[in-house]
């Protein structure tokens, strides 16, 4: 059971340039959803996907793209670059429990792909 | 507008002793609520929780204490160990999408 991966670990971009990061979970969950930690922010949710064939946009979502491939897989894209998107980035997964006013999870996070762009 | 609050960046305390960490919430319709564990160079792991309907709980060393009237929590770890340093971050359910919003967390360090 690897749980969630992220691939790659690390990358290096030039202003402009794109990427995707890729990230798998293993758990049959129905939940996936996108973070960027920054120093003094805490994680902050960029795109999450409540089940598969559905995305919706969190706190930061300017400059970001997803996609929601299946229910294992999760992707998120930078279309073009910026400095400003320097971060790590944190894929996790979850399975909903209903309770209260709020459902709430337990949320499994993948390792993390550090991103600089310069 | 940070629903979630961790005001103290860092603490530092001597291996054996009492660690507290603190976390502040805005919201009343919050009813649950989570601590995360993170080591440089991985994720976050979950730690413990707790609804709205207890005052605290405990797991082993961890206990986590709330007090909804002051619209807080706090985080005890007794005795902390050196290898409890770490990055914790308090979390809240914002919706019933099981979203989760994220304090700006507390690096820990236990000293030797």
């Known amino acids: 059971n690897a749980g969630v991966t992220q691939t790659p670990k690390f990358q290096v971009l030039k202003t402009g340039q794109s990427m995707t990061l890729q990230c798998a979970q293993d758990?049959?969950?129905?939940?996936m959803y996108w973070y960027r930690q920054d120093p003094g922010m805490g994680l902050r949710l960029i795109y999450y996907s409540a089940s598969e064939g559905t995305t919706d946009k969190g706190e930061v979502p300017n400059g970001y793209n997803v996609s929601r491939l299946n229910k294992r897989e999760f992707s998120l894209r930078l279309e073009s670059a910026a400095p400003s998107q320097t971060s790590v980035y944190f894929c996790a997964s979850s399975e909903m429990i209903a309770g209260g006013y709020y459902s709430y999870n337990e949320q499994f996070f993948g390792p993390g792909t550090r991103l600089t762009v310069l | 507008d940070q629903q979630v609050k961790q005001n103290s960046p860092s603490l530092s305390v001597q291996e054996g002793r009492i660690s507290i960490l603190n976390c502040d919430y805005t919201n009343s319709m919050f009813d649950y609520f989570l601590w995360y564990k993170k080591y440089p160079a991985e994720g976050p792991t979950f730690l413990i929780s707790i609804s709205s309907i207890k005052d605290k709980n405990e797991d082993g060393r961890f206990t986590v204490f709330l007090n909804k009237s002051a619209k807080h929590l706090s985080l005890h770890i007794v005795p902390s160990q050196p290898g409890d340093s770490a990055v914790y971050f308090c979390?809240?359910?914002?919706?019933?999408?099981?979203?989760?919003?994220f304090g700006q967390g507390t690096t820990l360090q236990v000293k030797p």
């Open positions: 758990m049959n969950h129905n939940s």
């Open positions: 979390a809240a359910p914002s919706s019933n999408t099981g979203k989760l919003i």
